[in-house]
Structures are given as structure tokens and as C-alpha cells.
């Protein structure tokens, strides 16, 4: 089934009163009042009617034409719209829907589970920023509507989402629409077709129950306190979605948006995973689904995700076995996809609190990667330092960066390395910055193999940026994606 299709599919069943759909033209709710449509984008318009009915969607007096299928469905696609168009989305049958305050700029899917879900009122600075929140031109769809965001409405924005559409908006001066999809605790699984899970041998052991074992010692234990805090942030019904069986997600919160013209996608999940014995596999399980929306959309947008921010108690050894680590390790990794990004979260995160409140900086991160990626802003630093590659030699081991204009270490020499030989131990190493590289090397290590940076649950010791002042990501030499595109 196409996108096209699944989409109609979902919308006659949200059409639907009873379980019979009306013989009216319908839309999904997705077009209503005061939505933003994609600029400089075909833009898709679908739902259905009569069988054999003609269907006229206007928008802006360029109108297109669509007769209903057999079975009710119709779909039109208009031509591209200025950004910053303001336009009366008008689609006609027997009956005639008029949709006002539409307006036309940049619209990204927001996913992911509690951190994406969590509203601006349980952020920091609530006071001042609900004040500041003018801003006419932000919208977000939440359920069934678009809301306008203003000091009465900004409390239950995403704060993640609201704070990557200011930044946006302050930039390009373009309206911005933020379609809310989120569900706290909720694993990957929930988000990615079934099919295409079955499709990936590697993830057969977490479909069959094999390896859904809940993670040993303290990863198990910061679960614990994790669910305690998803109460607070989202009531009773935390979690509630987990107990779905894999893809539920998919199919009741993204499959009824396709296929909904959208510029790209902001992802911010995986503290459910962290906590599983299965958190290596977090690189094939997001890759997967980056792979099918993109497939199942029939679209190459742009997916920017969130890499987890530190938390727990900080790092001892050089190398601590962490759930958390593996998770942005995936994140990490899917930069070997086209048209991907990550907004490294180091610097943001609570030791004691996996749902921090400084998502300011967070929005802001993930802006700039779209702002300088997406938008081609050359004033913009996208990403900090992406370790590219990693060459060994002479008692040392040489990372070359992406990202590396500046590269610096605050307070001191780069902290953070960690080097092993073939004996697989792991010792601290000394770094040294040369250009665009950094050189590490330990006295009890000869003929290094390994590197690792920040492999921990909370990494404290990281201490690498770039001149922009964004920090490096953690990595693995044994892990660098294919062709990272930072």
C-alpha cells in the first residue's frame, strides 16, 4: 500500500462517525484553520467523498481537479507556494470546506517520545519565555488542530519542538509548523513498521522477546526513576503506548500524515531503549526507520535527531558499559544516511533528572543544523566536531574531524579519549589538538587498535568544540558511519 493510500486509509477511519464514513468531501484534520502548508514544495491535499464525485481544491485561486475513486478516496497535488503566502484553502465537492489563516513557510514532524513531549510550562525560564511569546507565525498541530502560538497558548508547546521553531523563524522570518507526534516512554519498536522491522534479520531477537530484557545494574535502576519521572511530566498515561505491540505508533500517529508535504523531521527518542540489553542495536533500529518513513512517504526529507544528554553519575573509568552510550552511538551512526544530522546534547543534560529543562539550547542546536544543512545558511555552524576517521600509528591514534573549524578543548587539553590495544583493556589517553585532528596516546598502551570519546552514561570529562562553540559527539573508531554527512 502506498503512502498515498495508507494516508486515506487512516483519515476515513478519523472521518468516520460510527464506523461509517459520510458521503461529504472530507479532509484529515491535518487541514484546518490556521494551518501552515510547505513552501517551495508540491503540496499534497487528500480525502474522500462520493464515488465518481469531482473534488476542486483552491488554494491562493490556483485550483486542481480530482474525481473519487470507487471507493471514495481523492488527492490532489497543488503547485508550490511562496513562502510567507497567506492563503484560503478552499476544497469543494456537494459540499465546500473553506480553510482560513492558512499560511505558507517550513513544516517539520516533531517524534519521539517523553523529552519531545515535554511542554514549555515544565522548562526553564517559563515565566520570561511565556511572556516573549509573541510569535503569530508559529503554529503547531496538536491532535486534531493547529494552535497559534501566543503568551495564552505557548505552555503546552513542545519545548523542544517550540524552542528549533524559533530559531527557524527568527532566522528566515518564514511562518513555521510544528506537527506534534510524540508519546512518552515509548521504544523505537512502536515507531517503525512491523514490516520493515521483519525485513532486518539483526532485529529479529527484539520482535521474538529474546533480547527485550530490561538492561542489568544501574541503567535498570535510572528505568525506574525514569518511569517516576515520565509520570510527572505527562500524567497516568506515561508509557501507556509501550504496551503496544511493534509499529502501533507508526501506524496511529504517522501513517495518518502521509503523505502530508513536510520540509523534515525532528527526532528525539531512545531513553526507553538505553534501558534494554538490546541498546546496540539502536544504530540498525533507527536507520531502519529513518529508511522506511522516507520510503513509505515517498520523500527524501531531512531527519535531524536529538543524541541523549549525559546523566547519571559521571564517568570514572574510561570506558563505563552504558546503555545510553550505545543509544547515541546509533544516533551517531545514522549520519551514513543522506540528508541526516544530530544535535549533540552534551552540556544540557541532569545528572538526576532524565527530562532536563534547558531545551532552549537544545532547539537551538537542532536549528542550527537545519539552518546551515537544510536552508544553506553559510553564517550558521550546523553540527559541532563528527569524528570522520580514525588512523593508527606509532604508539598513537590520529581522529580527523568534520565540523573542525576552531576545534578546541575548554579548561585544559582535550578529556574524554579513551585508547585500547588487542588486549582489549581501555586506558585514559592524553590528546593533543593539530588543526583538524587529535592525537591521543597512553604510556600503557603500545600499539593502540581502539578509540573511543564520551562513552559513557554521562560523559563528564568531554571537553572537545569546535569555534562555534558546539561539542563533539561521542564515537567509536569501530562504529564511524560509512560517509558521516554532519
Not at 511569546?133 to 502560538?149: E, N, S
Not at 526513576?225 to 500524567?235: F, L, M, N, S, W
Not at 559521571?314 to 551517531?332: I, L
Not at 544540557?348 to 532536563?356: C, D, F, I, L, Y
Request: include cysteine; charge should be neutral; aromatic fraction near 8%.
Amino acid at each position: 500500500m502506498n503512502s498515498f493510500a495508507k494516508g486515506m486509509f487512516a483519515a476515513i477511519a478519523a472521518m468516520s462517525v460510527g464506523g461509517i464514513a459520510s458521503a461529504k468531501v472530507r479532509v484529515p484534520p491535518i487541514f484546518s484553520d490556521h494551518m501552515v502548508l510547505q513552501a517551495g514544495q508540491s503540496v499534497a491535499v487528500w480525502g474522500t467523498a462520493d464515488a465518481g464525485e469531482q473534488v476542486t481544491v483552491d488554494v491562493g485561486g490556483a485550483a486542481k481537479s480530482a474525481t473519487a475513486s470507487a471507493d471514495g478516496k481523492w488527492a490532489v497535488t497543488l503547485d508550490p507556494l511562496t513562502s510567507g503566502q497567506a492563503v484560503t484553502l478552499t476544497i469543494k465537492g456537494q459540499n465546500t470546506i473553506t480553510v482560513h489563516d492558512a499560511l505558507a513557510g517550513e513544516v517539520w514532524l516533531c517524534s519521539g517520545q517523553s523529552n519531545m513531549v515535554l511542554p514549555v510550562d515544565k522548562a526553564a525560564d517559563f515565566p520570561a519565555e511565556k511572556a516573549a511569546a509573541d510569535w503569530p507565525k508559529i503554529r503547531t498541530f496538536v491532535t486534531t488542530k493547529w494552535v497559534i502560538c501566543s503568551p495564552d497558548t505557548v505552555a503546552k508547546f513542545s519545548a523542544v519542538a517550540y524552542y528549533f521553531g524559533r530559531e527557524v523563524h527568527k532566522k528566515l522570518g518564514a511562518p513555521i509548523g510544528l506537527i506534534n507526534r510524540a508519546a512518552g516512554g515509548t521504544p523505537i519498536t512502536l515507531w517503525t513498521s512491523k514490516a520493515a522491522q521483519e525485513a532486518v534479520p539483526a532485529l529479529q531477537s527484539i520482535l521474538d522477546g529474546s533480547a527485550d530484557a530490561p538492561a542489568a545494574g544501574k541503567d535498570a535502576a535510572q528505568a525506574d526513576i525514569d518511569r517516576k519521572q515520565a509520570q510527572e511530566v505527562e500524567g497516568k498515561q506515561a508509557a501507556g503506548a509501550a504496551k503496544h505491540p511493534p509499529g502501533y505508533l507508526f501506524e496511529d500517529r504517522i501513517v495518518p500524515l502521509m503523505p502530508f508535504t513536510i520540509r523534515g523531521v525532528v527526532w528525539y527518542q531512545g531513553e526507553a531503549d538505553s534501558y534494554t540489553a538490546h541498546a546496540n542495536l539502536y544504530a540498525t533500529q533507527l536507520s531502519t526507520m529513518i529508511a522506511d518513513w522516507r520510503k513509505q512517504w515517498g520523500s527524501d526529507f531531512a531527519f535531524v535527531t536529538v543524541q541523549l544528554p549525559e546523566l547519571g553519575k559521571p564517568q570514572t573509568d574510561p570506558v563505563e558499559d552504558s546503555g545510553r552510550a550505545w543509544v547515541r552511538d546509533g544516533v551517531f551512526q545514522s549520519l551514513s544516511l543522506p540528508n541526516t544530522g544530530i544535535a549533540v546534547t552534551l552540556g544540557t543534560g541532569e545528572a538526576a533528572n532524565n527530562h532536563p529543562k534547558n531545551k532552549q539550547e537544545v532547539g537551538r542546536r537542532l536549528a542550527a543544523w537545519a539552518l546551515a544543512n537544510v536552508y544553506g545558511q553559510k553564517d550558521v555552524v550546523g553540527s559541532g566536531p563528527i569524528a570522520q576517521s580514525v588512523r593508527f600509528g606509532d604508539g598513537s591514534a590520529t581522529i580527523e574531524f568534520a565540523e573542525a573549524a576552531g576545534l578546541t578543548s575548554k579548561d585544559g587539553p582535550p578529556k574524554g579519549f579513551a585508547i585500547a590495544g588487542d588486549d582489549g583493556k581501555w586506558h585514559w589517553a592524553d590528546a593533543k589538538i593539530d588543526g583538524a585532528t587529535v592525537i591521543v596516546s597512553s604510556d600503557a598502551v603500545k600499539k593502540p587498535t581502539a578509540v573511543r570519546y564520551g562513552w559513557a552514561g554521562n560523559p563528564a570529562e568531554c571537553n572537545l568544540f569546535n569555534g562555534a562553540g558546539l561539542p563533539a559527539s561521542p564515537f567509536r573508531s569501530d562504529g564511524l558511519p560509512t560517509s558521516p554527512k554532519p
